[in-house]
């Protein structure tokens, strides 16, 4: 669909047109930000704060009470900030730091004290959370003291607590120095603050790297030092080095090592330039080099790996070659986005988690939602006399548009809608409210989907 310019005109008294702040807008799509896979759903953030889901919905894990969804569903409007895709649980933190989730709790891995599923999105911890991530059936959290806590399934030791009892509230596993968390199907892994790896849990195919297949309840260390990011898929590890190598240990097709192959401690898989990485839970992963280009290796009977067969990959090969920003690797499909903000998939299909509409697996990239415009992704403004201001903005014919206005912009920020209209055949969008200048001195302009973004 063609860009077009639109116009905006605001009557404004012309004693505050010097207070009035215009924040930079994306108004052909709220760019994605950020993205989480599952075992059969998908999670994504825009830069509004919004959350959005599709895909399996069958423990209420995209927070409505609906059936599977193959069309990415708004599930928060605004403040969210961080996401995490489980089995069949979602967890995110707002701007508050507060943690919340939805879906199976069968194992209290929503750590509200009960093991009652929920298809609504419920406040777990009120503040202080700063990262997050959804196991098996079990979830992980830091606190902003960078102490580890836990919830949920326990009986492979992936809690850390010295137990193998399950619990349905938040426990504090280690006391302070922990910035990273990664959790496995039934394995965790975390990072300290002195660049040292730690792990925990179940360790039959190796993937704690310490040189037995014996379950571990309490954590150990995998690595002394220099570690800088990890990712736990069902029997494997992953981490970098902050020479940019990548490293793993447990199954094999997972990290590189050859059909049915083992590792018992950490191997390198490449030697260099690598920036992030992605573990699936069905032994494949997905990792990032620094010139943008995605890489993939394991299991891809499902097209995951994206590139045009089904073939299993004993060695990393390129998927694509450039502008790839982030990565999530579910249950046998995958997810990245581009530079641009746009959001691809590509594998499994069959509950909808791709979001493009059908239930079809796909063995190449697809597009899920776009992104922006380059160079277009400014709100312009003219003074036009002494009491109106024209806004000038890219969007599409057809879409339709809101404007937001807010009083502060100290988090949570409370963005207002004040009106959403449609823009014309050509472009031309003129909102007929009237905003207030003397109380509300921020404004925003988005697009606002219709059936998805």
Request: aromatic share 10%.
């Amino acid at each position: 669909m063609k860009a077009k310019r639109n116009v905006i005109k605001i009557w404004l008294a012309s004693s505050v047109l010097s207070t009035l702040n215009l924040q930079p807008s994306t108004a052909f799509a709220q760019p994605v930000t950020k993205i989480a896979a599952g075992s059969g759903h998908s999670l994504f953030l825009k830069s509004d704060g919004s959350l959005w889901g599709m895909g399996f919905n069958g423990s209420g894990q995209l927070g409505n009470a609906n059936y599977n969804s193959n069309r990415p569903e708004l599930i928060v409007a605004s403040n969210v900030t961080a996401i995490a895709a489980g089995a069949e649980h979602s967890l995110f933190l707002k701007s508050d730091g507060s943690l919340w989730g939805m879906g199976a709790n069968y194992s209290g891995e929503l750590g509200d004290g009960t093991y009652t599923s929920t298809s609504s999105p419920e406040q777990i911890v009120a503040s202080n959370v700063v990262a997050i991530s959804a196991g098996g059936w079990f979830s992980l959290f830091i606190k902003s003291d960078n102490s580890l806590w836990g919830m949920g399934y326990n009986n492979d030791g992936e809690l850390g607590d010295g137990t193998t009892s399950t619990t349905n509230r938040p426990e504090q596993i280690v006391a302070s120095n922990v910035t990273a968390i990664a959790s496995g199907f039934a394995h965790s892994l975390f990072l300290k603050n002195d660049g040292s790896l730690w792990g925990m849990g179940a360790n039959t195919g190796y993937q704690l790297g310490d040189g037995t297949t014996n379950n571990i309840n309490r954590p150990v260390q995998i690595a002394a030092s220099n570690v800088t990011a990890l990712a736990a898929g069902n029997w494997d590890s992953l981490f970098l080095k902050s020479d940019g190598s990548l490293w793993g240990m447990g199954f094999g097709p997972a990290i590189g090592y050859g059909i049915c192959n083992y590792t018992n401690g950490p191997g390198q898989i490449v030697a260099s330039n690598v920036t992030a990485i992605g573990a699936g839970a069905s032994s494949y992963c997905l990792f990032l080099k620094s010139n943008g280009s995605l890489w993939g290796m394991g299991n891809n009977y499902d097209g995951q790996l994206g590139d045009d067969t089904t073939n299993y990959i004993s060695q990393p090969e390129q998927i694509v070659p450039g502008n790839v920003t982030a990565i999530a690797a579910g249950e046998r499909f995958s997810l990245f986005l581009k530079s641009d903000g746009s959001l691809w998939g590509m594998g499994y299909n069959y509950d909808g988690e791709l979001g493009d509409g059908t239930y079809s697996s796909t063995n190449q990239p697809e597009q899920i939602t776009a992104g922006f415009l380059p160079g277009y992704n400014l709100i312009c403004c003219q003074l036009l006399g002494s009491v109106k201001m024209q806004l000038s903005f890219v969007g599409n014919a057809g879409w339709n548009y809101a404007l937001d206005h807010s009083s502060s912009l100290s988090p949570p920020i409370n963005w207002i809608p004040q009106a959403t209209n449609p823009a014309g055949s050509f472009g031309a969008l003129v909102f007929t409210n009237l905003p207030n200048p003397t109380t509300n001195n921020f404004w925003r302009i988005r697009s606002v989907p219709r059936e998805f973004p």
